[in-house]
């Protein structure tokens, strides 16, 4: 009986992660970023654990594996994808794309699909056990979360509009599923010479998230993308 709880450990705190997932979705799809953006830092956080207690209690299972992906399409891939749904019914439409109005939020989903796809590349490409191909989904779903709380006003302002909104979609799914190479956070040890990019990642992401506060995130997710393509190997 201990060892059947013991072996389900990883598994409740990686449903705990999808039920978080869940919940982020629903508050999206009513508009709340801010709970929506808390419940996906939340499953985020029971993501880093699920995979740390199964290593530390040396157990691991092919359903946990499959469920860790489903849980992370929920939490990284619905959540982020229903907060671009209603950024949709809230973004100015040019008049040119008042036709396209009632159906261009669904475009949102695209963020779902390709999350799925990039979890499923994930889980079958052995290049990615130190480092990412492709933006990870917890990055994605950070960055929609931390944008739409941090930088609603200037979203839904004349400033912005529905294309925008549709471009920035495409890109950012696109990204998940792209052939880049991306670092990983993992240190295997303190010294300057084997983490130098994840150190200046950190150095510079500080100033990112003062002065940006909340869309800090998002900035931050931004300039991960680009150290990613500053050094990346040829």
């Known amino acids: ?4 709880i013991i072996r389900n450990i990883p598994n409740t705190i990686t449903s705990c992660n999808l039920f978080s997932g869940c919940i982020a979705a629903y508050w999206a799809f009513q508009g709340n970023y801010e709970l929506s953006l808390l419940f996906i830092v939340l499953g985020a956080v029971f993501d880093f654990f699920d995979g740390m207690t199964a290593r530390l209690l040396h157990v691991s299972s092919p359903i946990g594996k499959e469920l860790d992906s489903l849980a992370d399409d929920i939490t990284f891939g619905l959540a982020p994808a229903a907060i671009a749904f209603s950024l949709f019914k809230e973004v100015v439409y040019p008049d040119w794309m008042l036709g396209v109005k009632d159906i261009l ?3 949102g989903f695209l963020i779902a699909v390709f999350s799925a796809l990039r ?3 994930f889980n079958l490409d052995e290049r990615q056990t130190t480092s990412f191909i492709g933006m990870p989904t ?3 779903a950070l960055f929609w979360g931390s944008l739409a709380v941090g930088a609603h006003e200037f979203l839904v302002s004349s400033y912005f509009n529905a294309l925008y909104l549709l471009l920035l979609v495409i890109v950012m799914s696109l990204l998940l599923v792209a052939e880049l190479p991306m670092f990983s956070l993992k240190f295997k040890d303190l010294s300057w010479g084997h983490n130098k990019v994840s150190y200046i990642f950190l150095i510079v992401s500080i100033p990112l998230l003062v002065v940006f506060r909340l869309s800090g995130f998002a900035a931050v997710i931004v300039w991960y993308i680009l150290l990613s393509l500053i050094t990346r190997k040829k």
């Open 1 to 4: 009986m201990a060892n059947a």
């Open 105 to 107: 939020p669904y475009a």
């Open 119 to 121: 979890l499923a590349k």
């Open 138 to 140: 917890p990055a994605n």
